[in-house]
């Protein structure tokens, strides 16, 4: 085991990716950048879906999309049908997203009912993917940021994302 320094953004933006109590800095870096065990690329880079480049996300927040919804819900609602829109794969990979108690997005909404009495799931527009909706803002905004680390959004953009709900 090697020892390196790395800035304190970019250990910030390591942890945000964390999956798991006590998954290794090691772990999430294999997972970003997809490696395996041996350290070699894990698929060849023609099959690996693209990292998010952010174009739909920054054009959703510089638009102005955001400021014209009043409600935080609709904003939520909107946000996450963008990064599907943007990356359905990587929204695909990352929707493992769950609490304590029960799951925040899910492909049905039966699978969100079962999970809690008062989850009031709503489906995400353009997608097959439910969410619940029955949050305070500051567990919408991370739902939002847990999504977007997992999706491989850089830490800045998923700050602006989060503020804006």
């Known amino acids: 085991m090697k020892t390196i320094e790395v800035d304190e953004d970019l250990y910030r933006y390591i942890a945000s990716n964390t999956r798991h109590i006590g998954e290794s800095a090691s772990d999430i870096l294999r997972r970003l950048l997809q490696l395996d065990q041996a350290g070699l690329v894990a698929a060849s880079p023609s099959s690996r879906p693209a990292l998010p480049g952010g174009k739909g996300i920054l054009e959703m927040l510089e638009g102005g999309e955001l400021a014209r919804i009043d409600a935080a819900i609709d904003r939520f609602m909107h946000i996450l ?85």
Not at 98 to 127: C, F, H, M, Q, V
Not at 149 to 162: F, P, Q, S, T
């Open 81 to 165: 049908s963008v990064l599907y829109r943007e990356n359905p794969t990587a929204f695909a990979q990352a929707s493992d997203i769950k609490g304590r108690k029960r799951i925040y997005l899910a492909d049905s909404e039966a699978a969100l009912l079962a999970s809690g009495t008062t989850t009031k799931p709503k489906a995400i527009n353009g997608s097959p993917y439910w969410v619940i909706t029955n949050t305070n803002t500051g567990r919408k905004r991370n739902i939002v940021a847990q999504l977007m680390a997992a999706m491989g959004y850089a830490h800045g953009l998923i700050e602006r994302v989060c503020q804006s709900i």
